[in-house]
């Protein structure tokens, strides 16, 4: 997810906050799902975007757009 706001950020072993990684997969240095498929995690992204309360078309477009996002993080890259 885009982390414009401190609160959101996940923090790395020694306490700072990540500049990559949320505060829903990474806290303390380490992802919280280790074991996740990156199809997996499309699915928990795109729920939770169905779940917000924002307009449908903005919906339909960051749930299309996820899966490319996710795809920019270190995590997943190969």
Do not use: H
Not at 24 to 46: A, H, L, T, W
């Amino acid at each position: 997810m885009p982390i414009s706001d401190s609160s959101y950020k996940g923090t790395e072993a020694d306490g700072s906050f990540s500049v990559d990684y949320c505060i829903y997969c990474y806290m303390q240095g380490r992802f919280m799902q280790p074991n996740i498929s990156f199809d997996e995690m499309v699915k928990i992204g795109q729920k939770g975007l169905e779940a917000s309360p924002m307009p449908k078309f903005q919906k339909w477009m960051f749930k299309k757009l996820y899966p490319m996002q996710l795809k920019g993080l270190k995590r997943w890259k190969k």
